[in-house]
C-alpha cells in the first residue's frame, strides 16, 4: 500500500496540509515526498512493492505532467515494452511509472485499458488542471472533498481529510474526475447478455480465470504471504499460489484462545499444500482493546464489518511486527458473486443478480474496504484475486439461475470448479462460516456483553435519538456509533448504511448481520 493527497487550489499552507497527510504515514513508512506542482500540492507516502530502487519513488514527473498512485498495474511490463517502442524511456522498474505515458497517448480513455486495483491523482501541466481516478471495484481507497474556499482535495483516506474538509466523500469506484464532473469509465456489474454455457464450461472458465488472477498477484519485488481463516475462499488463493509458486508459503490464522473454529480447518489446509503456518491467538481483552483503534482506522459504524476486522487487524499487526512479508493475498469478494448464506433465500435468479450487483457496487464500503485499512494500516499491501477484473465480469455474466444455490450447496460452482487436488473434500465442501464466528463464538458475545455494560436502557434509548441516519438499533450498534463520531464527526454518509441481509425477502428479516442467526446456518459455525 501507499498513500497518496492532492490538493488543488494554491492558499493552502505546506505545513497544515503535510499535518493531514501524515495521518496515513503507515501506509507507506519507506519515504515521503511533498511537491508544489505550481497549482497546488502532490504528496505520496511510499511502500515499496515493486521497483524497490529510489527512483520508484513518487511523484512522478514527465513533460510538465505529475501523477500520484496508490496501485498495482498487472501486466506493465507488456505496456512498457510498447511504450518504450514509441520512444519513451523509464527511471525505474515501477509499475506505476508506465501511467504519465500512457496519459499522453491515451488521455483519460486510458482507465478504460488499465488491468490494474488503483487510485491516482494526475495534474496535466498544460491544461493545468487535476484528474483522479479509480478502479471499477474501489479496492484501492480515494475521498474527496472541498476546503473552505472551495478547492478539491483527494486523499487515501477520510481521515487525511478530517479537518480539512466540512463533508468528505468516497471517490466512486470506475470513474474518473477530469477537473470539472465524474465520469464513469467501467460499471463493473453491467452485464449486457448473460453467458449460457453449460456448468462444466462454466466451471473451467471460472477455475482457469481465477488462477490467472492469483498468478497476476504474485508478481512482487517484496515478500508474500497469505491470509487463511481454513473457509473456502482463502483456501484455493493459497491452495493455487502453492501450486504456481512450487514451494511453501507463509500463511496466518488467527483465532480467540477458547472456542476459535477455524484454526483447526486452517491448519488442515497448511498441512494439505504444505505451507509454512502460522496461529496467532488472541483474547477477550485483546478484542475489547482493539476496538476504537479498529474504528478509527476503518472509518465505519457498520456492525459486521467492525466485528470481522477485528481478529484481521490483530493478525496483520503480528504479521507487520513478527515477519518482513509486505503483500498479504486475501479471499474476498467471493461471496458477493457466488453468494451468501442468506442469498439462499432470493426468491428468483433476478433478485439473487439485483443483489449481487448491489455488494459488488458497494463492496468499497464494506468487505473491501476492511481489508485494506487492516492491512494497510499495518504497512503491508492487499491483493484480491477474486477481484480480479476479468475474473468478475464473467462471474457477473453467468445466468443467475447457475448461480443460485438449487445445489443443496451454496457457492456450489465455484466449488465445482476446484474439485481434484486442489483441497480436501471436507474443505472444499464445508459450509460457510460467518467471520466473526471463524475468529470465536465468544467474539461477538464479547463484544455484545461490553456494549450493555456502556449503557443503560434508558442511555440507549436517548443515544440512538441522537442519529438520524443509519440509526443505532442495539447497543453494540450504538457503541460503534459514538466511537466513529469521535473520530470521523458529521461523516456519517461515507457509509451507505448497516451491511444487512435483504429485509425484503422471507427468512432474511432479522435483527443482527451475522449469518448465525439465519434458519439455514445449520452446520455452518461448526
Not at 291 to 320: F, N, Q, W
Request: net charge negative; proline share 4%; glycine share 8%.
Amino acid at each position: 500500500m501507499c498513500s497518496i493527497m492532492g490538493y488543488c487550489g494554491k492558499s493552502m499552507p505546506v505545513t497544515t496540509f503535510q499535518k493531514g497527510f501524515d495521518k496515513t504515514i503507515s501506509r507507506g513508512p519507506d519515504d515521503t515526498r511533498i511537491i508544489n506542482t505550481g497549482n497546488g500540492l502532490l504528496g505520496f507516502h511510499r511502500l515499496a512493492i515493486m521497483g524497490l530502487q529510489p527512483e520508484g519513488m513518487q511523484p512522478f514527473f514527465r513533460d510538465g505532467n505529475y501523477l500520484v498512485c496508490n496501485g498495482e498495474i498487472y501486466g506493465f511490463r507488456k505496456w512498457k515494452k510498447q511504450l518504450e517502442e514509441k520512444g519513451y524511456q523509464f527511471q525505474s522498474e515501477s509499475d506505476c511509472e508506465i501511467l504519465l505515458p500512457l496519459y499522453q497517448e491515451y488521455g483519460v480513455e486510458m482507465f478504460q485499458k488499465l488491468d490494474a486495483e488503483f487510485a491516482l491523482i494526475l495534474y496535466d501541466g498544460k491544461q493545468r488542471k487535476y484528474l483522479a481516478a479509480r478502479d471499477p471495484i474501489g479496492i484501492r481507497p480515494l475521498f474527496y472533498g472541498k476546503d473552505g474556499d472551495g478547492a478539491m482535495l483527494f486523499a487515501s483516506e477520510a481521515k487525511n481529510l478530517v479537518g480539512l474538509c466540512n463533508k468528505i466523500t468516497p471517490f466512486p469506484p470506475g470513474y474518473y474526475y477530469d477537473g470539472e464532473q465524474f465520469v464513469c469509465y467501467h460499471d463493473i456489474t453491467k452485464v449486457d447478455s448473460f453467458c449460457n454455457d453449460d456448468l462444466e464450461t462454466i466451471c473451467k472458465n471460472i477455475r482457469e480465470k481465477l488462477i490467472t488472477g492469483i498468478e497476476k498477484r504474485l508478481d512482487s519485488d517484496a515478500p508474500l504471504g497469505f491470509l487463511l481463516s481454513g473457509g473456502l475462499d482463502s483456501s484455493l488463493v493459497c491452495s493455487v499460489a502453492a501450486k504456481l509458486l512450487q514451494k511453501p508459503i507463509e500463511t496466518f490464522a488467527i483465532g480467540m484462545d477458547t472456542d476459535a473454529i477455524d484454526l483447526k480447518y486452517a491448519k488442515e489446509v497448511a498441512d494439505f499444500i504444505g505451507s509454512n503456518h502460522h496461529e496467532v491467538i488472541i483474547t477477550k481483552e485483546d478484542v475489547i482493546n482493539a476496538l476504537p483503534e479498529v474504528i478509527a482506522l476503518l472509518g465505519t459504524y457498520d456492525i459486521t464489518t467492525i466485528r470481522a476486522s477485528i481478529g484481521m487487524y490483530l493478525v496483520c499487526k503480528a504479521i507487520h511486527e513478527q515477519t518482513d512479508i509486505r503483500v498479504l493475498l486475501t479471499g474476498e469478494i467471493s461471496d458477493e458473486l457466488f453468494g451468501y448464506k442468506y442469498t439462499d433465500f432470493a426468491p428468483n435468479p433476478q433478485e439473487f443478480q439485483k443483489e449481487s450487483e448491489k455488494r459488488i457496487r458497494e463492496i468499497y464500503c464494506y468487505d473491501v474496504l476492511r481489508a485494506d485499512r487492516c492491512i494497510s494500516v499495518n504497512s503491508l499491501e492487499a491483493r484480491v484475486p477474486f477481484g480480479d477484473l476479468d475474473f468478475v465480469q464473467y462471474v457477473m455474466s453467468i445466468d443467475p439461475q447457475k448461480k443460485m444455490n438449487t445445489y443443496g450447496k451454496g457457492k456450489y460452482l465455484l466449488r465445482h470448479a476446484f474439485e481434484g487436488d486442489f483441497l480436501p473434500n471436507s474443505i472444499l465442501m464445508r459450509e460457510k462460516a460467518a467471520f466473526s464466528d471463524a475468529v470465536g463464538h465468544s467474539m461477538v458475545d464479547d463484544l455484545k456483553a461490553y456494549a450493555e455494560e456502556q449503557y443503560s436502557d434508558e442511555c440507549f434509548e436517548k443515544g440512538c435519538k441522537k442519529y438520524t441516519y443509519a440509526t443505532p438499533f442495539t447497543k453494540e450498534s450504538l457503541l460503534y456509533r459514538d466511537l466513529f463520531e469521535q473520530y470521523y464527526p458529521g461523516q456519517v454518509e461515507m457509509i451507505p448504511g448497516f451491511w444487512m441481509p435483504n429485509k425484503k425477502w422471507e427468512g432474511c428479516d432479522v435483527a443482527d448481520p451475522s449469518a448465525r442467526v439465519l434458519s439455514n446456518y445449520g452446520d455452518s459455525g461448526k
